[in-house]
């Protein structure tokens, strides 16, 4: 079964896309043409918004699904008369929300756009430039200001989830490869162990991992599945013997993989 999907919104289009994606993932056997539709913020956007969809609905003859998070309500009316399933994301809460606290919601464009900037805003940036600057064990003169420190073998997902947990929740995090010169001994890294109750360990599984290194390195003993398991194997079992807290990144995506470790590590979110 194939179905078309719209995602509508004023902004950016980030929490219709979240919301309705969630929702689309409980329908694994369903093929979904996902497409995004940001800034739809006036009467004229909206009716070529419709009109599009109408178009599509005439074209293939099924009915698409539009989740929508438009403030307007006379922007909302219009795309509410495309010819699809539309599931409001803002109005299916605002109005139960309205009766709940006794007043009108401010029924703004951009609203959230405008709380989270200046102080939240310079948060998130200070976050992910410190995640940058502190990225693979570039450097580490600067771990006494992370929250958390990830380390695991290269190629794990480390970086794009510190990217994340900047991105996201503010927070600062560092990431440390365990090469197989760190194995050797068996001890952590020097530049790691002042910071121990800051470590949170990544492994993954080696076929997983054998396909990322492939991309970035074929036929190469860093990408040879003996060189994954040895690796990963050796990692497990230092983070083991240290009891450094770890999961395993290779079903989770990286929303799933930070939140994980936010619950894991007890670590605030900033952003919130």
């Known amino acids: 079964m194939h179905r078309t999907v719209f995602f509508i919104s004023d902004g950016t289009g980030i929490t219709a896309e979240s919301f309705g994606q969630s929702l689309l993932a409980q329908f694994d056997h369903i093929t979904f043409d996902r497409r995004t539709l940001p800034y739809i913020d006036t009467p004229e956007k909206a009716q070529e918004v419709a009109h599009h969809i109408d178009t599509h609905c005439t074209e293939t003859g099924i009915v698409p699904l539009v989740f929508s998070t438009i403030v307007d309500e006379t922007i909302g009316k219009i795309i509410a008369?495309?010819?699809?399933?539309?599931?409001d994301i803002f109005a299916t809460f605002t109005k139960s929300l309205?009766?709940?606290?006794?007043?009108?919601?401010?029924?703004?464009?951009?609203?959230?756009?405008?709380?989270?900037?200046?102080?939240l805003y310079s948060e998130r940036i200070g976050a992910v430039h410190y995640a940058l600057n502190n990225d693979d064990g570039a450097r580490t003169n600067h771990y006494d200001k992370a929250d958390i420190i990830l380390i695991g073998v290269s190629r794990c997902g480390k970086t794009p989830t510190c990217l994340y947990l900047a991105m996201q929740f503010g927070i600062r995090a560092a990431n440390y490869p365990i090469t197989e010169e760190d194995l050797e001994d068996f001890h952590l890294p020097e530049p790691l162990r002042a910071h121990r109750d800051k470590l949170f360990g990544l492994t993954?599984?080696?076929?997983?991992?054998?396909a990322i290194r492939t991309e970035r390195r074929a036929n190469s003993r860093y990408s040879s599945l003996r060189q994954c398991n040895m690796e990963i194997a050796e990692v497990e079992r230092l983070l083991t013997k240290e009891r450094i807290p770890h999961i395993d990144t290779?079903?989770?995506?990286?929303?799933?993989?930070?939140?994980?470790?936010?619950?894991?590590a007890g670590i605030e979110r900033r952003l919130k």
Do not use: C, M, P, W
């Open 81 to 87: 008369r495309a010819k699809a399933k539309h599931y």
């Open 98 to 119: 309205e009766q709940e606290l006794h007043i009108h919601s401010a029924h703004s464009i951009g609203r959230k756009r405008q709380i989270d900037s200046n102080a």
């Open 204 to 210: 993954i599984e080696a076929e997983r991992l054998v």
């Open 250 to 264: 290779t079903h989770f995506s990286i929303e799933e993989i930070s939140t994980r470790i936010i619950a894991s």
